[in-house]
């Protein structure tokens, strides 16, 4: 007997006499594209309009075939497994799908977010620059791999940190010189974001400092002080905080002995 392979996946058929196409998929395929009959094709206004009053074309209500019926749970099932295979094995085909939709390239969007981090911008210039909703371009740049949801969540927060008044004073980075010197730049954090909170310094991996300026947290009251500290403390860190006297003045060498007698608890 004659060997007869699949026209599309090269898979030997049973029945050669009968078939083409070892299965459904493999003749859908087939038809994709150039390979359609109606390839480049398209039907006139007129046949539309005809289209639209043939009968045998429209089934509303009761003339629906599926009229008062449902799908069972197997078969519901079953097409949601489908889909899901479909989305996973056509996932880059699908994404440029939405890109063209949008009239959006790859290179804009990550042209504009790298503009967006290292600018003094807010989520409005991206909306405007790109024409869609900030939430569909934190989908477009995890989806194209160039930005995870974690970095986008901390971009966004640094963001509405420091361009909401918040800065540096010339105490704390004194304090990040002393530090980077007493511990190696290396093994200085600034500013790093834990438990949903910026802490102003984190040592070693071990030590989370913070540095209290008089007027801010003595005379105005920072209620996140005691949260900050209690969520490092319950998740392992040590925790050490340098303040500032009525004469705004903090004894920083001081501070940098309390971390390094810190950090010899955790390592003994």
């Known amino acids: 007997m004659k060997i007869k392979k699949c026209l599309v996946c090269n898979t030997i058929i049973t029945k050669p006499n009968v078939k083409k196409y070892c299965s459904r998929d493999c003749y859908y395929k087939s038809k994709?594209?150039?390979?359609?009959?109606?390839?480049?094709?398209?039907h006139s206004e007129e046949t539309k309009n005809r289209m639209r009053g043939d009968p045998r074309l429209s089934h509303p209500g009761k003339r629906n075939p599926f009229y008062g019926k449902t799908h069972t749970s197997e078969v519901k099932e079953l097409i949601k497994e489908k889909n899901r295979l479909f989305r996973e094995e056509n996932k880059k085909y699908l994404l440029q799908k939405r890109l063209d939709s949008k009239n959006l390239t790859e290179a804009q969007i990550k042209s504009s977010w790298g503009e967006y981090v290292s600018g003094p911008y807010n989520r409005k210039y991206l909306t405007d620059k790109l024409g869609i909703d900030?939430?569909?371009?934190?989908k477009f740049l995890v989806d194209l791999?160039?930005?995870?949801k974690e970095n986008i969540k901390k971009i966004g927060l640094e963001k509405k940190y420091f361009q909401n008044g918040r800065c540096i004073s010339a105490p704390e980075m004194q304090l990040l010189s002393l530090l980077n010197k007493a511990f190696g730049a290396e093994n200085v954090k600034h500013q790093p974001y834990k438990f949903g909170y910026?802490?102003?310094f984190l040592v070693n991996d071990k030590v989370l400092v913070e540095y209290d300026g008089y007027y801010y947290h003595k005379i105005l009251i920072n209620d996140n002080d005691t949260i900050k500290e209690k969520l490092a403390l319950t998740n392992g860190f040590s925790f050490v905080r340098i303040e500032e006297d009525i004469n705004r003045n903090a004894d920083l060498n001081k501070g940098i002995r309390r971390i390094k007698d810190e950090l010899q608890i955790k390592t003994n």
């Open 198 to 200: 910026f802490y102003d």
């Open 134 to 138: 900030y939430r569909t371009v934190q």
């Open 32 to 42: 994709i594209g150039e390979n359609n009959p109606f390839y480049g094709k398209s």
């Open 145 to 148: 791999g160039i930005e995870t």
